[in-house]
């Protein structure tokens, strides 16, 4: 079965300073895995997503994410965090293999403090 | 990309009587969509599999009768919520992706449904 792990519930960063959201998973086969920020009584939106192409995934604004196999993980990063990227972010894994039905994690809710 | 139209946005019933949502495909074809629903503050939990032409397939402590899912043409799920309670309140979602070749689903706006 699949599932995903994110580590942190909350992270906190200052604007202007890296953030790193971690996030595990857990596959039989070789997942497609996918970052979704969420703002506040907003839909979903696709950050990036890795489908066994590029092990470096560069997403919109200026999000990325490393699949790392070995470790199975899927961290995601941004090199300076700004306002606006404070949201609920969340790591999904694909279901089984072919499918689009989706295992989400907890979530991380990402605030940025000026 | 594809685009997933959800409506209605926001819709607030009384409790015991029933609201439809509609989740549109609008410019590629989906023969499955998926129903997701959010409790506040709480990541999102799959409810059901809506397949094109027959039943859907709900997630282990799903009240099928309670969601009802129909797919009735490749553009169009909806999802009813029958006999509505103040703890059916919650945020829905749904998604469809572009079947055989597609690499990712596509997300409706979410529906906000408050049941008083």
């Known amino acids: 079965a699949q599932s995903v792990t994110q580590l942190d519930s909350h992270v906190s960063v200052s604007e202007g300073t890296p953030v790193l959201l971690r996030c595990n998973y857990s596959s039989s086969y070789s997942p497609s895995l996918f970052w979704y920020v969420q703002h506040p009584n907003k839909g979903l939106q696709l950050l990036l997503k890795?489908?066994?192409?590029?092990?470096l995934v560069k997403g919109i604004n200026g999000f990325e994410a490393e699949f790392k196999k070995s470790e199975t993980s899927f961290h995601l990063t941004k090199p300076s965090a700004h306002m606006s990227d404070a949201a609920e972010y969340f790591c999904v894994v694909s279901g089984a293999s072919g499918t689009y039905k989706y295992i989400f994690g907890t979530g991380t809710r990402l605030k940025v403090l000026a | 990309g594809a685009v997933v139209s959800q409506h209605p946005s926001r819709v607030i019933c009384k409790s015991g009587t029933s609201v439809k949502i509609e989740c549109r495909s609008l410019?590629?074809?989906?023969?499955?969509m998926f129903w997701y629903r959010q409790f506040p503050k709480k990541s999102l939990m799959l409810m059901a599999t809506?397949?094109?032409?027959?039943?859907?397939?709900?997630e282990q402590g799903v009240e099928k009768d309670k969601f009802l899912i129909n797919h009735a043409s490749l553009t169009l799920s909806t999802l009813t919520v029958t006999s509505a309670h103040p703890e059916d309140s919650s945020f829905y979602i749904c998604s469809a992706s572009l079947g055989q070749g597609g690499t990712e689903a596509f997300f409706g706006q979410g529906t906000r449904l408050t049941v008083v």
């Open positions: 890795y489908t066994s192409a590029a092990t």
């Open positions: 410019d590629f074809q989906a023969t499955t």
């Open positions: 809506s397949n094109e032409g027959s039943k859907a397939t709900y």
